[in-house]
């Protein structure tokens, strides 16, 4: 059984840094591709970035400069460092793992952590 537990959300100040953790359980991790979206209530999830199993990323366009994803295979752990956060930004940020066919999207969904970035 997969399981995915996201830690490190919380409030942060407009500007203001926080570093997301997703740590996985069971037989994945290594093989796999990973990545965090995010959902505004109300609005549609969004994809913020990805991390393959030999270490690219990608980032959706609003946060390339300012997230950076990476991952530590030996902990099963897979990060979302995010700088100069926004009001907007404001999510509950979901961890997820990818199958071996990528463009069949997700197959695993951590139950998200909160990010409330408001002064």
């Known amino acids: 059984q997969v399981q995915l537990v996201e830690s490190g959300g919380g409030l942060v100040q407009p500007g203001g840094s926080l570093r997301l953790s997703c740590a996985a359980s069971?037989?994945?991790?290594?093989?796999?591709?990973m990545g965090w979206y995010r959902q505004v209530p109300g609005k549609q999830r969004g994809l913020v970035g990805i991390?393959?199993?030999?270490?690219?990323?990608y980032y959706a366009g609003s946060v390339k400069g300012r997230f950076t994803i990476s991952r530590d295979n030996a902990k099963n752990t897979v990060y979302l460092q995010m700088r100069n956060l926004k009001p907007e930004e404001t999510a509950v940020y979901c961890c997820?793992?990818?199958?071996?066919?990528?463009?069949?999207?997700?197959?695993?969904w951590g139950e998200g952590t909160q990010v409330t970035v408001s002064s």
């Open positions: 997820t793992a990818y199958g071996h066919i990528m463009v069949l999207g997700p197959k695993y």
């Open positions: 991390v393959t199993s030999g270490g690219s990323t």
């Open positions: 069971g037989s994945i991790f290594s093989d796999n591709a």
